[in-house]
């Protein structure tokens, strides 16, 4: 087997702690040999972790694809806004490219960089983790067997757990769609991906619905300062006082936002950053809740629904075919098979691990590998082209979102892209 080497733009929680860990764990696979991160305490805690020579640490991208190729491999895993530059350059300059979902906030650069990876006849895949995962796999095999017959309608909750919501999403990177993604896309992407993927069929056409209901100004507790160390009177009553949550049942979130995880680092860090602001005094944007209606081209119709207001962080789905019905909870790596004429349940559990996106992370990676080891120009399981129609999936949500549930054809919203490029 040869070992490839990589690059890593972007050393932040998924890059340094969901992708790069496989380079240490099967280093006979694996080498990263060069880093681009702006924040000087990560950047060093990667080189030292990862044996880097000091001078292949940069703190700009710019500067590593500057110079000629260094590695088999680009893995970018910059912020949302920060991918359509870089992964072109990669590209231009030869690398396989594994990207961070979603690939961009804008549709036309997400079809550029499809354009761009058939150009250079290289390997774009994006982290659409899900579909590498023991739970999906196995649902996704159920189907194809015929064991449910045709699919009918499928249903998928994504409950974003109301902890998570609030960390990610109000406080987080990814709470304001002006300098990330939306909501339907920055966190749900995947979900589009998967119902795509289920289905192996287009999608004709979507209409949502959806707010920012509660994370707001209007319901902050009276008196409620800035910051929650700063004195609020809700203290106690409160499910969002950050100090309680990162020092308490969060305190493994509290390691995406500082490497002093020590109480008093911890409470420094809250002091001066957006994860210590009230969550109703954020300059958040994004929705707090979502539904999306599909139709797919045999019919087939789908519903989504994300919501930030729930006590478990999962998936929970319903796959309603003509023979029988999937039921599912992805926490619970379980999912049960009904037969409509035999009455049976037959009930699947799946080995997969608690952390990393129920082994997907590393899987995704592992997959990757073996594609570009085997690389011939063919399109691999989350292919830039498989991705960007599920992305327009996302971004057809938003628009129609956005329009009072309008429905969207998606057909007439790809050519309405192509031709704006």
């Known amino acids: 087997m040869k070992k490839l080497t990589a690059i890593l733009l972007g050393a932040g929680d998924r890059g340094a702690r969901a992708y790069a860990p496989y380079a240490i764990n099967y280093p006979h696979e694996l080498e990263i040999v060069a880093l681009a991160e702006p924040d000087e ?20 991208w710019e500067e590593v694809l500057s110079q000629s190729k260094l590695a ?16 072109l350059k990669a590209l231009e300059l030869g690398y396989h490219v594994l990207l961070e979902k ?6 036309k650069e997400c079809v550029e960089m499809e354009l761009a990876a058939k150009k250079h006849n290289r390997m774009l895949a994006i982290c659409h983790v899900l579909r590498y995962t023991a739970f999906w796999a196995a649902v996704k095999r159920v189907i194809q067997e015929g064991r449910i017959g ?4 499928i249903q998928l909750n994504e409950n974003v757990g109301n902890m998570h919501m609030s960390h ?7 709470n304001n769609s002006d300098e990330s993604s939306p909501m339907i896309l920055a966190k749900s992407c995947h979900d589009m991906d998967v119902l795509a993927y289920l289905m192996d069929e287009p999608c004709k056409r979507i209409s949502s619905f959806g707010s920012l209901m509660h994370f ?16 609020c009177p809700a203290e106690a009553s409160c499910q969002y006082y950050a100090p309680r949550y990162y020092l308490g049942e969060g305190r493994g979130w509290a390691r995406k936002f500082t490497l002093d995880n020590s109480r008093e680092g911890i409470i420094e860090a809250l002091r001066s950053n957006d994860y210590g602001r009230c969550v109703y005094r954020s300059d958040n944007n994004v929705v707090d809740h979502q539904v999306v209606n599909m139709e797919f081209e045999s019919g087939a119709t789908a519903m989504f629904s994300m919501c930030g207001f729930t006590r478990d962080n999962t998936r929970i789905m319903q796959i309603m075919g003509t023979k029988g019905e999937i039921r599912g909870n ?14 049976e349940e037959m009930v699947i559990r799946v080995n997969a691990p608690a952390e990393g996106h129920g082994g997907g992370d590393q899987e995704i990676v592992r997959s990757f590998l073996q594609e570009v080891r085997n690389y011939n120009g063919q399109e691999g399981l989350s292919s830039a082209a498989a991705s960007v129609r599920s992305h327009l999936m996302a971004f057809a949500a938003e628009k129609s979102r956005l329009k009072q549930g309008q429905p969207i054809e998606l057909d007439a919203f790809y050519n309405e892209i192509v031709a704006g490029r």
């Open 72 to 87: 088999d491999i680009a893995i970018i895993c910059t912020q949302d806004r920060m991918h359509y530059e870089p992964t």
């Open 216 to 231: 707001n100004e209007q319901n902050a507790p009276e008196g409620a300062p800035l910051r929650c160390l700063d004195g």
């Open 150 to 153: 045709r699919t009918v309608s």
């Open 102 to 107: 979603p690939m961009s906030p804008d549709p």
């Open 168 to 174: 990610s999403f109000v406080r987080g990177n990814w």
């Open 41 to 60: 305490e990560r950047r060093e805690a990667f080189v030292e972790a990862h044996g880097i020579s000091p001078d292949k640490a940069y703190a700009d």
């Open 330 to 343: 992805m926490a619970n790596n379980e999912f049960s098979i009904y037969d409509f004429v035999t009455k």
